[in-house]
């Protein structure tokens, strides 16, 4: 029995004053940036994000690049300063809900570089907050993201630095808003419930 998992009401399109982002996004001075939410486990591939980040910023300087949840290894850390990306990096202390949701709506783009999925949570909160994603062409991630997120081969970074960059330029548009936040919303708590209950009343007695 498949039972999706749900995404939590924080996770919506509604803009909220009070979530605390703007605190979070100082540092930035208004400056666009990309969004990654993930830990630093070798399938998250941060290599691939570090990477495709610093290409990107060879013509946009001004971009930045917000991480979270990760504890960077040393040898993550050396790539970021091997990169000269350091300066352009941002990782705050974990958020609380309201918080990463309000990153999520502010993002130029949520990119899930994995290459291994179990299901694709940021994927699903990302969408329902009306976020453009970009995530690895995964079973998991097309199961979960559909028609509503752009899809590139886990691990190239050359064709994940082409689509990114053709985001950004417009060249290459993102799935209308409306569709995404309607993907992310179809994924509910009391779906999930609803499919277990069910799933139990039938069985034999």
């Given at each position: 029995?498949?039972?999706?998992l749900?995404?939590?009401?924080?996770?919506?399109?509604?803009?909220?004053?009070?979530?605390?982002?703007?605190?979070?996004?100082?540092?930035?001075?208004?400056?666009p940036?990309?969004?990654?939410?993930?830990?630093?486990i070798?399938?998250?591939?941060?290599?691939?994000?570090?990477?495709?980040?610093?290409?990107?910023?060879?013509?946009?300087?001004?971009?930045?690049?917000?991480?979270?949840?990760?504890?960077?290894?040393?040898?993550?850390?050396?790539?970021?300063?091997r990169?000269?990306?350091?300066?352009?990096?941002?990782?705050?202390?974990?958020?609380?809900?309201?918080?990463?949701?309000?990153?999520?709506?502010?993002a130029?783009?949520?990119?899930?570089t994995?290459e291994?999925?179990?299901?694709?949570?940021?994927?699903?909160?990302?969408?329902?907050?009306?976020?453009?994603?970009?995530?690895?062409?995964?079973?998991?991630?097309?199961?979960?993201?559909?028609?509503?997120?752009?899809?590139?081969p886990?691990?190239?970074v050359?064709?994940?630095?082409?689509?990114?960059?053709?985001?950004?330029?417009?060249?290459?548009?993102?799935?209308?808003?409306?569709?995404?936040?309607?993907?992310?919303?179809?994924?509910?708590?009391?779906?999930?419930?609803?499919?277990?209950?069910?799933?139990y009343?039938?069985?034999?007695?």
């Amino acid at each position: 029995v498949l039972a999706p998992l749900g995404v939590g009401d924080e996770f919506n399109e509604r803009p909220d004053p009070d979530d605390g982002t703007d605190a979070v996004l100082a540092s930035l001075g208004g400056r666009p940036f990309l969004l990654h939410v993930g830990s630093e486990i070798p399938r998250k591939r941060l290599d691939v994000l570090f990477d495709v980040f610093a290409r990107l910023r060879a013509n946009r300087p001004e971009l930045r690049l917000v991480q979270q949840g990760a504890a960077l290894s040393a040898t993550q850390r050396a790539q970021v300063d091997r990169l000269g990306i350091g300066d352009a990096l941002i990782q705050p202390p974990k958020l609380e809900r309201t918080s990463l949701a309000g990153l999520y709506r502010r993002a130029s783009l949520v990119l899930v570089t994995s290459e291994a999925e179990g299901f694709g949570i940021p994927v699903v909160e990302a969408l329902a907050c009306g976020a453009a994603v970009v995530a690895s062409d995964l079973p998991v991630l097309r199961e979960v993201g559909g028609s509503a997120a752009l899809y590139v081969p886990a691990g190239d970074v050359s064709a994940w630095t082409a689509i990114v960059r053709a985001v950004l330029d417009g060249a290459v548009v993102a799935p209308p808003r409306a569709t995404r936040v309607a993907r992310g919303r179809s994924f509910s708590w009391d779906e999930h419930a609803r499919t277990i209950r069910n799933a139990y009343a039938s069985l034999p007695r």
